[in-house]
C-alpha cells in the first residue's frame, strides 16, 4: 500500500524575539522565490527538520540560534484514506498530534542515537510505510530518516554535483547504493544480504589464498627440498628424538649449576665478612684506651663486656667454620654438575658429528636439516590448498543456491533499461550531448558524470527527474513532495534558462507536491540600462505563468527585497496558529 505526504503549512515561530513565518502550502507545485541567502533554502530544511533529520540542523544555524519551534501541519494518503497530522519540534522535543487528537511526544531528539530519537524514527517510518533497512557493521537495521527523504530532496549545495549526497554520512552503510534503490524501484531483494556479501567476499578471498600458495610452492628450493626430504629417512627422526632429550637434559644441567654458581657466590661474600668481623673483634682491646673505629668513641672496660666480646668471637669462629663447610659442598656440588654438562655436551657433539658426516646419495645431513624447514612449510601449504579448495567449492554451492539473487540481477537488468530509455529523453530535452559509456547510464552503475559546470546541473537534474519517474512508475515505495532546490545556477545564458525552466514545467510528478526555489530580487525601481546577467533578469512569475501549472503557487521570503528574511514576520499578527502550536507542546 503506497503512501503519500502532502506538506499543507508551514509555521517557523521564535516567542524570544516576536518574529515567525508561516505560508500555507499548494497540493501542486510551490516557487519559493527571494533575494540570495533570503532563507528558500531554510524553508525547504525546515520541513526536514521539523521530521527529525538531524543532518541539515548545521545549515540551519542562524535560523536555530532564535531558539524557534517548528511546526508541520500534512495530509497522510493511502489508498483506502487521507488524513490529517501536525508535527512540532522546539528546541528539544518533538510532538506529533494524531487525527484524533492523541498527541504523542518525543522527549531528547537531537542526537540520532539516542533512545527518543529512534523511537521517533520507527514512528515516523510507519507512518509513511518506510521499511528500508541498510547494512552496517555486519548487521542489518532500520534506514535513518535522512534516507526517507533523499530521492526526493536536491540540495543547493551539492545536490546538483553528487548524486546522492544531499545528506552526509549515507554512504557509510555497505552496500548502500544498491539497497537503496532496489527499495525505490520495487526489486525485492529479501534474500539474506549480509550473510550473500560475506560469502562473496569469503569466496574471493579463498580463491586469492589458493592461487597465491600455488605460485608461492612452485619456488625453487620447495622443489629442491622435496628430492632430499625421504633420504635420511629413519636415521633422522631416531637422531632428532635422542638429541631433543638430550638437548633437554643438558638445558636442565646448566641451569642447575648457574643457581650452584651463584649461591657458591653468597657463600664466599658471607665467609669474607664473617672473616673480617673475626679480625676487627680480636683486635678490640678493653683498658679504655681502645676507640671505636668508626666514631672515636673510647671503649669502656667491664667484666661484662668483656665476656660478650670472647662470646661474640667465639660465635664468629664458630659461624666462620661451618660457612667453610658449606662452601666446600657447594663446590663439590659445582664440579659435579660441570663434568654432567660436559658428558651431555660429549655425547650431543659424538652423536651429531657422526650424522653430520654422513653422505647419503650425495646429500649430507646438513643439507637435510636446512630443507626441512622448507618441506614442513611446503607440506603446509598443500594442506592449506586442498582445504581452501574444499572450503570454496561449499561457498560456491552456497551462493548458487541463493535463486533470489539471480532474480535480483535480472530484475535490477529490467530497471536499468527502463532507467536509460527516460534518462535519456531528458538529456534531449534538456539539449545535453548523449552519453554512451555504461558507467553514465546503466542506473546501478552510475556514480558522477563526466561533465562540468552548467552541462554537469543539467545531466544532474535529468538524474534526479529519471530517478523520481522511475519511483512513481514502480508504485511501491512512499511519496514525498519533491524539493528543488535552486534549480537555476549564477552562471546560466539564456538559451539553458529556458531548456532548463521549460524542462522542470513539463516533468514534475504527477502523484506529490513540487517545492522550486528560483532566487529574484524585487526591486522599488528599474535599475538603469546596464549589462544584466539572464538569471538576474528572471522574474518568477512570469516563469510560474510560462511554464508551471495553473494550480501552481508562488510566495517571497522577506517579500523578495530582503536578505535573511525567513523569520521576519510579526508573531502577533499570527497569534491563533502561534497559541495552537504551544497547546501541542503543552504536555
Given at each position: 500500500m503506497k503512501t503519500i505526504i502532502t506538506f499543507n503549512k508551514l509555521f517557523v515561530s521564535s516567542e524570544l524575539h516576536k518574529v515567525c513565518f508561516f505560508e500555507e502550502f499548494s497540493s501542486g507545485v510551490n516557487l519559493i522565490s527571494g533575494r540570495n541567502t533570503s532563507g528558500k533554502s531554510s524553508l525547504i530544511q525546515s520541513l526536514l527538520y521539523t521530521f527529525g533529520v538531524n543532518d541539515v540542523r548545521e545549515s540551519l544555524d542562524e535560523i536555530l540560534s532564535y531558539q524557534p519551534t517548528f511546526r508541520v501541519?500534512?495530509?497522510?494518503?493511502?489508498?483506502?484514506?487521507?488524513?490529517?497530522?501536525?508535527?512540532?519540534?522546539?528546541?528539544?522535543?518533538?510532538?506529533?498530534?494524531?487525527?484524533?487528537?492523541?498527541?504523542?511526544?518525543?522527549?531528547?531528539?537531537?542526537?540520532?542515537?539516542?533512545?527518543?530519537?529512534?523511537?521517533?524514527?520507527?514512528?515516523?517510518?510507519?507512518?509513511?510505510?518506510?521499511?528500508?533497512?541498510?547494512?552496517?557493521?555486519?548487521?542489518?537495521?532500520?534506514?535513518?530518516?535522512?534516507?526517507?527523504?533523499?530521492?526526493?530532496?536536491?540540495?543547493?549545495?551539492?545536490?546538483?554535483?553528487?548524486?546522492?549526497?544531499?545528506?552526509?554520512?549515507?554512504?557509510?552503510y555497505k552496500g548502500f547504493k544498491d539497497d537503496y534503490l532496489?527499495?525505490?524501484?520495487?526489486?525485492?531483494?529479501?534474500?539474506?544480504?549480509?550473510?550473500?556479501?560475506?560469502?562473496?567476499?569469503?569466496k574471493e578471498q579463498l580463491s586469492s589464498d589458493i592461487n597465491n600458495l600455488k605460485r608461492y610452492s612452485k619456488r625453487t628450493e620447495f622443489q629442491f627440498s622435496n628430492l632430499v626430504d625421504e633420504t635420511f629417512g629413519e636415521k633422522a627422526e631416531e637422531y632428532i628424538e635422542k638429541y631433543v632429550q638430550k638437548s633437554r637434559s643438558l638445558e636442565e644441567e646448566r641451569n642447575t649449576y648457574i643457581k650452584l654458581c651463584n649461591e657458591l657466590s653468597l657463600l664466599q661474600n658471607h665467609h669474607k665478612i664473617l672473616k673480617r668481623t673475626k679480625r676487627n673483634i680480636k683486635r678490640q682491646n678493653y683498658n679504655d684506651v681502645d676507640r671505636c673505629p668508626a666514631c672515636t668513641q673510647v671503649l669502656s672496660y667491664s667484666l661484662e663486656g668483656l665476656y660478650s666480646h670472647y662470646q661474640k668471637y667465639n660465635d664468629t669462629v664458630e659461624l666462620e667454620s661451618h660457612i667453610t663447610q658449606k662452601l666446600i659442598?657447594?663446590?663439590?656440588?659445582?664440579?659435579?654438575?660441570?663434568?654432567?654438562?660436559?658428558?651431555?655436551?660429549?655425547?650431543?657433539?659424538?652423536?651429531?658429528?657422526?650424522?653430520?658426516?654422513?653422505?647419503?646419495?650425495?646429500?649430507?645431513?646438513?643439507?637435510?636439516v636446512e630443507n626441512k624447514a622448507n618441506i614442513t612449510l611446503y607440506k603446509k601449504m598443500q594442506n592449506d590448498i586442498k582445504s581452501s579448495k574444499v572450503r570454496l567449492a561449499i561457498v560456491k554451492q552456497t551462493l548458487s543456491s541463493m535463486v533470489t539473487e539471480k532474480e535480483t540481477l535480472l530484475a535490477r537488468i529490467k530497471k536499468e533499461k527502463a532507467f536509460r530509455s527516460i534518462f535519456t529523453n531528458y538529456m534531449e530535452q534538456l539539449a545535453l550531448n548523449p552519453l554512451s559509456d555504461p558507467r553514465y547510464l546503466d542506473l546501478y552503475k552510475i556514480h558522477s558524470f563526466p561533465r562540468q559546470g552548467v552541462?554537469?546541473?543539467?545531466?544532474?537534474?535529468?538524474?534526479?527527474?529519471?530517478l523520481n519517474a522511475m519511483i512513481e512508475k514502480a508504485d511501491s515505495a512512499h511519496r514525498l513532495p519533491f524539493l528543488l532546490d535552486a534549480i537555476l545556477k549564477e552562471d546560466i545564458d539564456e538559451t539553458n534558462l529556458e531548456s532548463i525552466l521549460s524542462f522542470v514545467g513539463k516533468n514534475l510528478p504527477n502523484d506529490t507536491?513540487?517545492?522550486?526555489?528560483?532566487?529574484?530580487?524585487?526591486?522599488?525601481?528599474?535599475?538603469?540600462?546596464?549589462?544584466?546577467?539572464?538569471?538576474?533578469?528572471?522574474?518568477?512569475?512570469?516563469?510560474?505563468?510560462?511554464?508551471?501549472?495553473?494550480?501552481?503557487?508562488?510566495?517571497?521570503?522577506?517579500?523578495?527585497?530582503?536578505?535573511?528574511?525567513?523569520?521576519?514576520?510579526?508573531?502577533?499578527?499570527?497569534?491563533?496558529?502561534?497559541?495552537?502550536?504551544?497547546?501541542?507542546?503543552?504536555?
Open positions: 501541519d500534512f495530509t497522510i494518503k493511502t489508498d483506502h484514506s487521507s488524513q490529517a497530522y501536525s508535527i512540532v519540534r522546539d528546541p528539544k522535543s518533538i510532538y506529533v498530534k494524531e487525527p484524533n487528537g492523541k498527541v504523542v511526544p518525543f522527549h531528547g531528539v537531537n542526537a540520532d542515537h539516542s533512545v527518543e530519537h529512534i523511537e521517533l524514527k520507527d514512528y515516523v517510518r510507519e507512518l509513511a510505510g518506510f521499511s528500508l533497512v541498510l547494512e552496517q557493521k555486519g548487521e542489518l537495521k532500520s534506514a535513518p530518516l535522512e534516507s526517507m527523504f533523499l530521492p526526493y530532496y536536491i540540495s543547493q549545495s551539492v545536490g546538483w554535483v553528487y548524486l546522492r549526497e544531499s545528506f552526509s554520512n549515507l554512504m557509510y532496489d527499495y525505490y524501484l520495487g526489486i525485492n531483494n529479501s534474500f539474506d544480504r549480509v550473510e550473500h556479501r560475506k560469502l562473496t567476499k569469503e659442598d657447594k663446590k663439590s656440588s659445582i664440579n659435579t654438575s660441570k663434568k654432567k654438562m660436559m658428558k651431555f655436551t660429549k655425547e650431543i657433539y659424538d652423536d651429531y658429528g657422526v650424522l653430520l658426516e654422513k653422505n647419503v646419495d650425495g646429500v649430507t645431513f646438513s643439507q637435510w552541462e554537469l546541473h543539467k545531466t544532474v537534474m535529468a538524474y534526479h527527474f529519471a507536491q513540487t517545492f522550486v526555489s528560483i532566487s529574484e530580487h524585487i526591486k522599488d525601481a528599474e535599475p538603469k540600462e546596464q549589462e544584466v546577467k539572464p538569471i538576474d533578469k528572471v522574474r518568477v512569475k512570469e516563469v510560474m505563468d510560462t511554464y508551471f501549472p495553473k494550480n501552481s503557487k508562488l510566495f517571497y521570503i522577506g517579500g523578495g527585497k530582503i536578505e535573511r528574511g525567513f523569520l521576519s514576520q510579526p508573531l502577533e499578527d499570527y497569534q491563533e496558529v502561534y497559541e495552537e502550536t504551544v497547546e501541542m507542546t503543552a504536555i
